[in-house]
């Protein structure tokens, strides 16, 4: 007998005849003696139509009474989740965040968890009772309602299974878990059974957007077991969880992640003396221009260049940024792409397996494929290549690595 | 500078533009110095709509997710209005019933309020605020989310005013005040200034649908004086209020009341012996069939015949009751009809004014109007008539007892 959380995003419980799948779900496992207890999102196009409601009134929506407008979204789910679930005689309870209470700071509309009171909860549980929790929202110490922006019911499961010491947070979604890449690029692709917290915030914050980064951390942090799995198809999913030391034969890649999302810059001659960086950079980000990679090296004659990428969306706003920083520094010219795509392998097993990046070159060189930028981490190498190329670099090394299911 | 509670229903704030309109009436409140409270209901068709996503699922929806479920409606209003306020410079906060706290019993889907926390509402107001109070809804000393059940928002803004000492609670509705009568009957009906609660609960229960009767119970225990207001129109309306000795020019009929939804049945030649009355109701009540008036007279011969008048909708059920009833008693026949109507006078009044009855009688006997039933009470004297007379014998009465407007 064990103790999981689940929780079913928007689309999972975007309509009536949805919700009751759900609950024959959770049905499923309260039959197998476990307890359960259950985050929720609003359904599908709800929160659309609560934001569009607010956006006809102002385009300045007060933050504390936009989280009062949107969190009744998940109080209907909940409702009727709860209601779905006592008509096939499985006995349970639903409760907004204020009720429960999850505690947050007072930054609306952004909340952050501080706290989950499981009193009422565990009284439910004892009882027999399926707990379901609208997810996505809180209360704050003087009792307004927050919520902890779009996408937070992921975060209130995991904090739900954190705060209860579950067996594991199940996320529901619509694929059946976390793949080696992506299937549609290589058709190859397998569904990995276990991937750690690491990798899966490598490969999450590289496009795979299977799980929002916060919760993943946030799982990773209080060290609850996390599994994606398919709302309404049979299957495993996959673990992502606690590096595993005792697993011998760990696979040195787990995952290829891309980015098709990605521009590059360059700011070409510049004299390589202190502070050039955060000059070039600092007017970028001032603008509210996130950089992703960045790459800078010394050339022979003292000067140096500096190369990073944006998202595509903002690449002409950057170019005209670094034209001015350009002339101020003395630098020799700004280039710039637009048709590039960024490649990275990502696997816990690279920190001790060493010849992975000249590998990784090796292939990408037997299919004349020209690297632009290279960026290491710990658990990762980022290629940027032409991004023509994309397809046929993910290919090659999805099966130069050994991740291609041979059964497919 | 006074204090004043508002209570927009379902109509009034069902759209945007309407709640736009209502944020401004508020406005011109706090722009001649006064304090406002406004309870709102959720916006028309919403309530349904949330009621028939639960009908989708189960015929029987377990109770409590019920009010889970329809408190959304109300919390949608308060922040959508609370937002166009802000944006008209006013300042304003929202409340569910739950975050006041307007603490109820637990009796799910028709809770009853038990004591209204001031505290935050009082601190808002000291700062500057418009409350925004979410209707309809309260809270259950576990924490459970309860509803006061259809119609409840009016008896929200009532239990505010007594509970905050309002100066008055303006019920803001469709119509621009209580009328001596309908006036889609009578031409000459006259908007009355004002009413006693006893006149307006009379007044209430026999068709006038303006004011719940609950709320106007209510107000009257708690000496809440009301006000019946147009949302959209200018105007005084109609003061509900506690009976002025002071004023010497009373009226002794304040309006004319009719109800065309009601049917007559007859148990002829009962036993006149104790228990017979209980005999022939048990079983009609023991249906869930609410029986109106009740009329028995004792003929000569030792039996009686017995008379009573339910909904239109319940007559061929009761009269199916009746006739089992009538076997079992040795009663002679069971006679019924369903056009009739009842006609009501209602005046505080009365009390003091001898021969208002045979001045109503008369009235009706000059337009050879034959009264089938008659029943009185301190404030009331309600006649069944032909339902085909309804119209001629309001308007007799109308002018008979100096109520028409005669500038119209």
Redesign the interface.
Known sequence: MALYVHKYGGTSVGS?ER??GVAKKIKKFKDEGHDVVVAVSAMSGETNR?IE??N???D???P???D??V??GE??T???L???L??LGVPA??Y?G??VKILTDSAHMKARIQDIDTN?IKGDLSEGRVVIVAGFQGVDGD???TTLGRGGSDTTGVALAAALNADECHIYTDVDGVYTTDPRVVEKARRMDKITFEEMLEMASLGSKVLQIRSVEFAGKYKVPLRVLHSSKEGNGTLITIEDDESVEQPVISGIAFNRDEAKLTVLGVPDIPGVASKILGPVSAANIEVDMIVQNVAADKTTDFTFTVHRNDFVKTEAILREVAQSLGAREVSGAKDITKVSLVGVGMRSHAGVASKMFDVLAQENINIQIISTSEIKISVVIAEKYLELAVRALHTAFDLDDNDK
């Open positions: 009536v919700i009751e609560l409601l607010a006809a009134i102002t300045q929506p007060t504390r009474e936009m009062v407008l969190s009744t109080q209907v909940i409702a009727l709860s209601m779905a006592n008509k309870r639903s907004t204020a009720q009422k009792g307004n309602i």
